[in-house]
């Protein structure tokens, strides 16, 4: 089966300095991976996909994501954080090759210091 | 980007009674829906996908008889929570797939509180 760990339920880090948000999967195939943030009152938005393209995936927002298959990891990073970024972060992996039935991890929530 | 909608955003119901959340594609065709449950604090977590103008397909552990999945057209499906318990309370969320597109676009949710 496949499956997600996000290592942080809660990350919190100065406005203007970097953000990593890390996640590691599990998976018998070459897995489709996504991440999603979640504000408050509003619809999970897709910030990035990786695809088996290309390892580094750049999203919105001025997210990116490397793909490491050696370390089964699909971190999230930015490399300046903006207070508009805090929300809850979920990493997920389609848990049907070919398919879109999606498996998401714990949450991340991100909080951002002024 | 396409655009998911969910009505009511948000329910308090007596325990016994049912409760109707639909959930709309505002400017897409969507072939494929699915609804998920968000307990505090925790992971979503997909209780059924269905195909429009098919039977749903649910998750292991999922009562169908209790959640009831309708996806009559390409635009709306709803779920009925039928005989809400306090134990139903959650967040309810749904999402959206047209054609040929392999993203799934969310709606914003549904908070349901069972007295």
């Known amino acids: 089966a496949q499956s997600v760990t996000q290592l942080d339920s809660h990350v919190s880090v100065s406005e203007g300095t970097p953000v990593l948000l890390r996640c590691n999967y599990s998976?018998?195939?070459?897995?489709?991976l996504f991440w999603y943030v979640q504000h408050p009152n509003k619809g999970l938005q897709l910030l990035l996909k990786?695809?088996?393209?290309?390892?580094l995936v750049k999203g919105i927002n001025g997210f990116e994501a490397e793909f490491k298959k050696s370390e089964t990891s699909f971190h999230l990073t930015k490399p300046s954080a903006h207070m508009s970024d805090a929300a809850e972060y979920f990493c997920?992996?389609?848990?049907?090759?070919?398919?879109?039935?999606?498996?998401f991890g714990q949450g991340t929530r991100l909080t951002i210091n002024p | 980007g396409a655009v998911v909608s969910q009505h009511p955003s948000w329910v308090i119901c007596k325990s016994g009674t049912s409760v109707k959340i639909e959930c709309r594609s505002l400017?897409?065709?969507?072939?494929?829906m699915f609804w998920y449950r968000q307990f505090p604090k925790q992971s979503l977590m997909l209780m059924a996908t269905?195909?429009?103008?098919?039977?749903?397909?649910?998750e292991q552990g999922v009562e169908k008889d209790k959640f009831l999945i309708n996806h009559a057209s390409l635009t709306l499906s709803t779920l009925t929570v039928t005989s809400a318990h306090p134990e139903d309370s959650s967040f309810y969320i749904c999402?959206?797939?047209?054609?040929?597109?392999?993203?799934?676009?969310f709606g914003p949710g549904t908070r349901l509180t069972v007295l």
């Open positions: 269905s195909n429009e103008g098919s039977k749903a397909t649910y």
């Open positions: 999402s959206a797939r047209g054609r040929g597109n392999d993203e799934q676009f």
């Open positions: 997920v992996v389609s848990a049907v090759q070919g398919a879109q039935k999606l498996v």
């Open positions: 998976s018998s195939y070459s897995p489709s």
């Open positions: 400017d897409f065709q969507a072939t494929t």
């Open positions: 990786y695809t088996s393209a290309a390892t």
